[in-house]
């Protein structure tokens, strides 16, 4: 077959930057069908297909866009759902531009198929129809426990409710969702997208018990003590990491997990409609080059800020954070201070953060991450007026499962160690995968860890 | 949901509620909370267990109607239910044979203390406890401290009851009178703890403070109750909420304490005028 003659990659229109950082409301509104067809169209639909190599999940990428062309959009979605269980939420925020596009073929041209975005299209389509409930599995009768309804858990949960066994999610939160109701901010991802994936997640069969802290409330131990045949631990990010500066306890620094759990999971965007306060701040620094820390810069300005700055020790190269969500934030106004280094956050006499003082920066010879390391440069200190300072420099793990689990093998940085393949753990019938494993990473790997343990739990349940 | 299963005023502005919740009630233990939230706009906020029935599934939670998420809380009544309790959380209080603990419970924060009390006296423990309050009507739980202490002393700053002053009065004075303390627990408004502190550092009596900061999830995921002990960075949620009292920097504390002072009273006065309005 002839491939059709290639249009550009196509465009998806978005919120201007003047409009949207005076809302909460998602930035892009996706594809018009018209468009969706053109972008399908691109696609060289290759044998090889090297795009599913680069996806954690291995979605049958040409098959699903192949059904876009042909304008069988419900069936684009029903081929992307048997290998994802969240797609309207990977269409969104996978790094598309690292994985599955990254292999494409046109990307050598420089322009890959926009993938991520045609997901994200035969996804919303999907959610827009009235929902299928899969074919209720055979029940095997097998009892599984999964700890954090977060994008790893969901994605046990769902593959492992489909192959029939009884499944229930433990989730510490009044709401399920993780990383996702708490991390991500509504511009970025809507809630209500979360909910309808969750909400299928329950027609499919997972309970979702709430309010649930595994490790206090009942131990590892006692869950497979009361029945459960195996447990997969996904609990995800833990303490947020500080930078041991002075100042950081002062009022108005906040951890990004802190500053964006009261906004995203708590709403404190609409305060005082909702009771969780935020401080409305003026001028706010952001310390951090990843996603988190530009997802709280946005949220910043968002919030009413006049000034925010990002305050990153590297140079623009080295930022972890995906391109688009640089680019987005950039566009919105937030002030990069690259190869910059804060010191001290000041304060005045009622404990209140009126300041910081940094250090600027240069690139040196490669540290052990392979990226060069930033040397200060002598006598370069300045300092800036803040009223809020930001902290978006990661998180280790959280410590309450491993503390109440004597025999759970733990890694030198507090992760959890399991094997990569099937998730693992030292202890039998216990898997884990996510963060919680792997340190802070995307959700997408977390998602391809929680598939991947949900596979090695399956075939052990069902081999003995 | 969790069923309020009974609910009583002790005090003017302080409430006791028994809440079921099973399987937080058999796992709990002194020193331990849990974080509530009352409704689905509702705000996320800790709350000492009071006491716990195994057997009737249900924990005790005694507040006082401080701010908008209280007022929301005291507004519900027995049959009717919380949206959101999570917990035990914290660690427990380190129980353990030591001799002679004295047990100082200041205001609402005698709540907390009662079941450290209790916890002290089971293992064997000669136990003093001294409460405290602005005055004899808002003294909450004199009786049941009694119950299970071998001495109780009770100041009210007005003197309407016991002895007129502080706690660390009374405190200061056993020191005085040359009786030997092992071990100190105070739980209350950040003043009185700071005070029992200074009053023991001189003879350098172990003193465990148990801290009540700004916190959002509990489980020590967003590092917003942190506090300085030692110069270190702790977590409150997950590293207390009880700490050598010595330790503390009780001035950071009650600062970050009044982060959202401004914002906090303005939501309450809007709650106010929707009552009274509606």
């Known amino acids: 077959m002839k491939p059709p003659a290639r249009a550009p990659r196509q465009k998806m229109p978005e919120q201007s930057a003047e409009e949207r950082v005076k809302n909460f409301r998602e930035v892009p509104y996706g594809y018009p069908p018209e468009t969706a067809k053109i972008e399908a169209a691109r696609c060289l639909q290759c044998k090889t297909a090297p795009c599913r190599q680069g996806c954690p999940v291995e979605v049958r990428i040409p098959e699903f866009i192949r059904k876009i062309r042909e304008g069988d959009f419900a069936e684009a979605n029903r081929i992307i759902k048997g290998d994802n269980a969240l797609p309207a939420v990977c269409g969104r925020v996978c790094p598309q531009e690292d994985q599955c596009e990254k292999l494409c073929v046109l990307a050598k041209k420089g322009e890959s198929v926009a993938i991520g975005r045609l997901e994200r299209f035969a996804a919303d389509y999907g959610l827009a129809q009235a929902p299928e409930t899969p074919p209720p599995a055979a029940p095997t009768g097998r009892r599984v426990a999964v700890v954090g309804a977060g994008p790893a858990g969901l994605t046990c949960a769902g593959d492992l409710a489909r192959l029939g066994h009884e499944v229930t999610i433990f989730e510490a939160f009044h709401a399920p969702g993780g990383v996702l109701v708490y991390g991500i901010p509504e511009f970025r991802l809507p809630k209500a997208i979360v909910q309808a994936e969750v909400d299928a997640l329950k027609r499919a069969g997972v309970k979702i018990e709430l309010n649930a802290v595994i490790g206090k409330v009942e131990t590892i131990d006692e869950l497979l003590a009361e029945g459960f045949d195996a447990v997969f631990i996904g609990t995800g990010a833990g303490l947020p990491n500080f930078m041991g500066i002075p100042g950081e306890n002062l009022g108005g620094v906040y951890s990004a997990n802190e500053y964006l759990t009261r906004s995203n999971l708590m709403k404190a965007y609409r305060f005082p409609d909702f009771d969780t306060p935020i401080i409305r701040s003026r001028r706010v620094a952001v310390v951090g080059g990843g996603n988190v820390a530009m997802d709280a810069a946005r949220t910043a300005l968002r919030l009413g800020a006049e000034e925010v700055r990002l305050v990153y020790r590297r140079s623009r190269e080295e930022m972890p954070a995906r391109i688009e969500e640089i680019h987005h934030a950039e566009e919105e106004g937030v002030r990069f201070e690259l190869l910059t280094n804060p010191i001290e956050i000041l304060g005045d006499d009622q404990g209140r953060t009126r300041g910081m003082r940094c250090l600027r920066m240069k690139l040196g010879e490669p540290d052990a991450s392979g990226r060069r390391r930033p040397v200060p440069m002598p006598g370069s200190e300045f300092e800036v007026e803040l009223d809020t300072v930001i902290i978006a420099i990661g998180n280790t793990p959280n410590p309450l499962i491993p503390s109440t689990t004597p025999d759970l093998k733990v890694g030198s940085h507090g992760t959890i160690v399991a094997d990569k393949e099937t998730g693992l753990t030292s202890k039998a019938r216990v898997f884990a995968g996510g963060d919680i494993v792997t340190g802070a990473a995307t959700v997408i790997e977390a998602m391809g860890a929680g598939k991947r343990a949900a596979r090695a739990i399956h075939a052990q349940l069902m081999g003995g | ?278």
């Not at chain 2, 005291?74 to 004295?102: C, M, W």
């Not at chain 2, 006296?121 to 808002?138: H, P, W, Y």
């Open chain 2, 1 to 278: 949901m969790f069923a309020i299963k009974k609910k009583r005023l002790i005090a003017p502005k302080v409430v006791l509620m028994e809440v079921l919740a099973p399987k937080i009630a058999r796992k709990r233990r002194a020193g331990q909370f849990v974080i509530l939230r009352v409704n689905d706009t509702g705000e996320r906020f800790p709350l000492t267990i009071a006491d716990s029935d195994a057997e009737a599934g249900t924990i005790t939670i005694i507040f006082q109607i401080a701010g908008k998420s209280t007022a929301l809380l005291a507004a519900l009544n027995e049959g009717e239910a919380i949206q959101d309790v999570v917990g035990p959380l914290g660690r427990p209080t380190h129980i353990e044979k030591v001799g002679h603990v004295v047990c100082i419970g200041g205001g609402v924060g005698i709540a907390p203390v009662y079941p450290i009390l209790r916890a002290m006296k089971e293992i064997g423990n000669r136990v003093t406890s001294i409460i405290s309050a602005r005055s004899k009507d808002l003294l909450i739980l004199e009786e049941e401290m009694r119950a299970h202490s071998d001495d109780l002393k009770v100041a009210t700053d007005d003197g309407s009851h016991g002895f007129k002053g502080f706690p660390t009065q009374i405190l200061q004075g056993m020191m005085n009178g040359g009786e030997r303390i092992d071990l100190v627990v105070a739980v209350g408004p950040v003043p009185l703890m700071r005070a029992v502190c200074e009053v023991t550092r001189p003879r350098g009596i172990p003193t465990v403070v148990s801290l009540n900061p700004i916190m959002v999830d509990g489980t020590g995921m967003c590092g917003g109750c942190r506090v300085s002990v030692g110069g270190k960075t702790q977590f409150v949620c997950v590293d207390g909420p009880e700490f050598d009292g010595h330790q503390v920097d009780f001035d950071l504390l009650s600062k970050r304490l009044r982060t959202y002072a401004d914002l906090e009273r303005a939501s309450a006065e809007a709650h106010k005028c929707k009552i009274g309005a509606g």
